[in-house]
């Protein structure tokens, strides 16, 4: 469940990549946090053409 979170992918994926850049050290680390499921997460963002680089800790 992404509550709390923007429901536009676009809107969402800068708030998220603002959130790894800034806060979490991996994105398994900011759904443990935020308790968000990772699927739902990247395939939310996956549907506007980002996935997430683990070398880069963002969405690309």
């Known amino acids: 469940m992404l509550?709390?979170?923007?429901?536009d992918p676009v809107i969402?994926?800068?708030v998220i990549n603002t959130k790894l850049r800034?806060?979490?050290?991996s994105l398994?680390?900011?759904c443990d946090d935020m308790q968000i499921d990772?699927?739902?997460l990247t395939g939310?963002?996956?549907?506007?053409?980002?996935?997430?680089?683990?070398?880069?800790?963002?969405?690309?």
């Open 38 to 40: 990772e699927g739902e």
């Open 3 to 7: 509550a709390g979170l923007p429901g």
């Open 28 to 30: 398994e680390a900011l």
């Open 44 to 60: 939310k963002l996956a549907s506007v053409d980002y996935t997430y680089d683990a070398g880069r800790n963002q969405f690309v």
């Open 22 to 25: 800034d806060f979490y050290p």
């Open 12 to 14: 969402l994926l800068g």
